[in-house]
């Protein structure tokens, strides 16, 4: 049945949009700011992963810690230095300077790495499994489970310690976090750094699905936007059933409208949705 | 308004109307994007900056605006014909886009407004029979020469900046202006106090709409070619945007002067650092969110002549 063929493509993209949106919800639910640095980072994630791969032969999937660490602790110096000057100010002046943190981010990969698309190409790929007419390309499915496990971390991270436990702390009320002593400045610059660290692993994973260019970023960025709206801002489980419903929408869209209107299918969704439902399909609040 | 600051005013009007008599296409070309940018910044300025909504999508109008005096003017309606029909349709759909996205508030709002520029590029691109798709509109070209060109484009372009000017001013110290200031302060209590908010905030998207979109055909005819990527360009959203805060939110003058310092930083980097241009502008936002918020009105540049005088 060519239904399930597209059940599951739908899936397997929806992972790694999970790992996409993972990050940038939870800096939106606990900074609220829009990050628009999010897609940049996960460009360089990607970047991180091909030359690793091309230059010294590194797998991919293992690029997903070299890429993280990096660039995690690039995101905290950013928000500790940068963007907590403004953090607390409205929408406009922290959507602008995640907008200008993104032209130069951009600027910078436009330079080094040339315009081109680039896209890694396994030399030993893992194959196809079929199971009847149904086939399951396994880079890709081997890159959806890391992402899961991925996104399953950050949530034990936020469950389990003591750092995770402020920053939900945060989320819910930022004075009274501020009353019990917890370093609001440092928690801020932990959490936009989990989000990079998670968008530069995201990056690295989709290296084997995905060609990319220095300016895919907005793209990445955009579908984080309706992921995020689709399971509600902030919240991880939201993340990653948004990121499967999202996947779904997009292999059943390009069937239905076409794979050039999958873009505006996405976004009419998440007007809509924005309007009828502003907390998420899923209506979760918190973690 | 002073009787001094109004003599300014005239002087500079003056000053540029007079301009086409230097000869110089370069300059008008400049004055001409200056004005361009004046217009979509004062647009912004309606709903950013006196109703305080954060409006990401004064490209999703201007493209708008840019198609529909191209598509017009390509069925062989006159140019003037054509930007009115721009006009009509950016403001038709700024009435029926309002009335939906004014509900949302805050990252909502933003959202929804930058994704929609987004949707009606990617409909732009997908609608070729209409539109010509990827490749583009190309307008007939008059059989004028291009100094001739270049004025009538250039009194086009700041006549619609004076317009716009003049309706913001009006719009400020009216009724309108003082309910968007109320719901840029505090839009409950506005709402608590009988202040009928959405009306409001409708006008002052409808009239951004029809600014933004005016702009638009103008440029489209100006340009003589247009394409999805160009007019729908995120950076007609965000450049509107930068130039208002470099010039002061909120205040009538603000987004004049933030349009022409903006563009004269522009061209600057343009012309010294061709390939890192993006990368100079994102510097410069970073540098202007962090040290100066309140915009370039905002310095006191009287109490350092008077400091001068004095020394």
Redesign the interface.
Known sequence: MIFFQYFVNGLILGGLYACIAAGFSLV?GVL?I?NLLHGSLIVAGFYIAYFSYTLLGIHPFLSVVTSAVPLGGLSYIVQYG?IN??VA?????T???T??????????M??SFSADYKKIILTHPLGVIHFGTLFIPLDRAASTLIAFFLILSLWLILRLTSMGRAIVAIRFDRQAALLMGIDVDKTYATTFALGGALAGAAGSLLSVSFPVAPLSG?LFL?KA?VIC?LGG?GSISGAAIGGLAFGLLESFGAVLFGS??A??LA??V??AL??AR?HGLLGVKGF | MTRTRLLLYIVFAAILVTLPLLGNNYVLRLATTASMYAVLTMAWNVVGGFAGYPLFGIAAFFGLGAYSSAIAQSSGYPITVAWLIAVVTGTTFAVFLGHILLRLRGHSFAIATLVIAEVLRELTNGWTTLTGGGMGLNLLAFPWSPTALAIFFFYAMFGLAVATFAITCVVARNRIGFALNCIRQNEDAANIVGIDTTRYKIVAFTLSGSFASAAGAIYASWTGYIEPTDVYDVLFSVKPIIMALLGGMGTVVGPVVGAIAFLALDEFVWRNFLLLHTGVLGFLIVVLILFLPSGLTSLRFDRLWHGAASS
Request: cysteine-free; proline content about 5%.
């Open positions: 939106w609220s829009i940068i000057r403004v100010g409205s929408v406009l002046v959507l602008i300077l907008f200008g943190l993104e032209l130069m981010a951009n600027n910078a436009l330079i907005p955009s936007f709206v801002v050039e209107y873009l505006t976004f009419v998440l007007i924005l309007l502003p």
